[in-house]
């Protein structure tokens, strides 16, 4: 019997789609754009296998690890309906599924997007291993407010790092052809204006300007809709008064006419009927017709199209054909993926996938290269002449910590903790005391229910848990050096995790001044965080400060490799420092305004940062000299050059960094400084380079209100230092 076109795979995808869509009913179709949750039960829920067994659900989300499970929900999708759509399983692997790697502002401090590549090429592989063929990552918002928890996720404060850092993500991810079995679809989020909310609180509202959306915001998404990603998620927020998920302008008239999209979009864990909540839409259906109109292709978990859609078509509210083209979209990525020649994954694979060793030594590398050196007064690298050291604090040998936000996949026990890789590094010859002083936080407990999902622990006494000052004070003023291994507890990131303010968690400032209080010994403190913090204290009496974010499971070693030496800091800030929580929201590239001081507070706190974007030391140091720009010649653009020395008696990498400002624009103030390129460099001890940066138009470019990339004759300051707001601009006329 001859199969049905859409079941050949020699056909083109389009003209499959064509014909599935001839073959199904308005059931079928609103079920492929509804996606629900698994409830990370195994079996599935009755209910949820019935309505697989019915074609009503498109696409399961945060599905337990388990592939012989999702196998047999797929085999009722595919053999006991009539079309035999597969599903699609989607997950948020955001830094990592067994193999977990430093978050994403720690990899993007490595200004090398080619290792957030890598890493996300391990993350699809282990993924995709498992059956899980969708991943809700790269993040592409911005890092504006420390305060907002999912800074954790971003890849930091500039969108011209971060849409590099997105881009690589996406091709990690996805490779060149999705049915790979080594790679995933991803999910571009969220889309779009999400990171910037009031009060830095998740889900509170945002008010972002068109001209910052189109300059700040949008160009992640953009290079990464440029280079192929293949889905994208609305947001919780509104633009203008318009919820995300219901924003005609962002979700069809950017993304689809002005950038030709071609992917598809799903809302974000109820967005849809959040619209109601918003004050939008008066009820369900009106909500779904508004989502579905407006370009929200699939509904994550509402039911609101499921449930309403099919009405709104039989009595016209909404036409068939915006039904179609949301439905084609999906049943586009789920050809592309190969769900239908290869709807099955092999069970076993999935545990001969994970934590292979090379993909262990990427975490390793990925960790030395995360991890800023925001301090050091000649006490780093560790020499030999250290014969006792004193590791103290609560994140020195925490393995759930280093796992940080959003590490569902990952295990405690394969992570290595600071005291395990300082130990097998120095232990057989160097004394080392290991108290832990206090607990991580106080602030949530988390207790966790037996479907393995968590919940905050109300009737925590926010004062209980160990604080063993004297212990720590003992085994301070009997040691050479002292590791202070602190920060903020890893419940405090990511969704949800909000802070008024940004210190340290739990009683830690309190262990650590009592620590710096009884010693002349110098402190190494290594910070543990999804966010910048405001710890003028750590920062003023640590001799040397090492900002390693939430590193994953080669935490220990990769930190170690730097403590030693063997491996020499390169990292350089890709969010600012603040003094104090005060200053939030803090970014380098903020406008000038009409009063460049920017206006000061009256009660002493600094307006600057402690230390600025693209801010990291190594263990030598560097000279810039010769900054000049060299004309342009008839078919060459102009360059802007410099010369870097290494000044120090260490071979040392240096990230350097070009930075414009257009003085005048009139279709919109430029920020005071933006970033616009980066080389590194390696050099010898008293060895010098020159780095040329080619002043292209791209360099200098805006976007403006209708999307185009333009460019302005005119002046401009140039930079070419080692990170934001650094050193004396040259002036450039275009
Ligand atoms: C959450 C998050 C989003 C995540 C989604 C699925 O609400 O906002 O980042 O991908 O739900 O878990």
Partial sequence: MNKAPF?????????????????????????????????????????????????????????????????????????????????????????????????????????????????????????RAEGVEWTFTPMCDLARDARWGRVAETCGEDPYLSALCNVAQVKGLQGDDISAKDKVAACLKHYVGYSCPRGGRDYSDTEITEWTLRNSHLPPFKACVDNGAATIMSSFNAIGGIPAVANHHTLTEILRDEWRFDGFVV?????????????????????????????????????????????????????????????????????????????????????????????????????????????????????????????????????????GCWSER??????????????????????????????????????????????????????????????????????????????????LTGEGGSRATLSLSGKQQELFDAVAASIETPIISVVFSGRSLAIPEVFEKSSAVLFAWQPGIQAGPGIIDLLSGDVAPTARLSMSVPHHVGQMPLYYNHFVTGRASGGVYRDNVPTSARFWFGHGLTYTSFEYSDIRIEPGKANAPAKAVARITNTGDREGVETVQLYVRQLACSKGARPMQELRGFKKVSLLPGKS???????????????????????????????IAPHARCGEPISYKY
């Fill in 7 to 127: 079941k050949d795979s020699t056909l083109p995808v389009e003209k499959r789609i064509d014909n599935l869509l001839e073959l199904m009913t308005i059931e079928d179709k609103l079920g492929q754009l509804n996606q629900l949750f698994t409830d990370r039960v195994i079996p599935l829920k009755e209910e949820l296998t019935e309505q697989v067994r019915k074609g009503k659900i498109s696409s399961f989300i945060w599905p337990k690890a388990d592939p012989a499970e999702r196998n047999r929900i797929q085999r009722i999708a595919v053999e006991e309906t009539r079309l035999g759509i597969p599903v699609l399983f989607g997950m948020d692997v955001i830094h990592g599924n067994r193999t977990c790697f430093p978050i994403a502002p720690g990899m993007a401090c490595s200004f090398e997007p080619e290792l957030f590549e890598k890493a996300q090429a391990v993350a699809a592989k282990e993924t």
């Fill in 410 to 491: 990952s295990n405690p026990e394969d992570v290595v903790t600071l005291k395990a890789a300082l130990m097998e590094r120095y232990g057989s010859d160097t004394e080392i005391k290991v108290v832990k002083g206090c607990d991580v936080s106080s602030e949530q407990r988390m207790i966790c229910l037996q479907d393995g999902s968590t919940v905050v622990d109300r009737d925590a006494d926010p004062n209980e848990g160990c604080l063993d000052i004297g212990g720590a004070i003992a085994a301070a003023q009997s040691a050479d050096i002292v590791i202070m291994a602190i920060g903020e507890n890893r419940t």
């Fill in 689 to 719: 380079a020159e780095v040329v940066f080619q002043i292209t138009d791209e360099v200098l470019s805006y976007t403006n209100r209708n999307g185009n990339e333009c460019v302005d004759h005119g002046e401009f300051q140039i930079w």
């Fill in 267 to 403: 809302s974000d864990w109820m967005a849809v009927k959040e619209q109601i909540s918003w004050g939008f839409a008066r009820d369900n259906a009106e909500a779904a017709k508004l989502a579905i109109s407006a370009g929200n292709d699939m509904d994550m978990l509402s039911k609101c199209y499921l449930e309403t859609l099919e009405q709104q078509i039989e009595s016209g509210e909404i036409s068939a054909e915006v039904i179609d083209t949301a439905v084609r979209r999906v049943l586009k990525v789920k050809f592309e993926l190969g769900l239908f020649e290869n709807p099955y994954v092999e069970e076993d694979a999935y545990e001969n996938t994970v934590l292979k060793p090379e993909a262990v030594a990427l975490a390793r590398e990925a960790v030395a290269k995360s991890t800023v050196l925001l301090k050091n007064e000649n006490v780093l690298p560790l020499t030999d002449k250290v014969k006792s050291i004193a590791l103290i604090g609560p994140f020195g040998d925490d393995q759930v910590e280093m796992l």
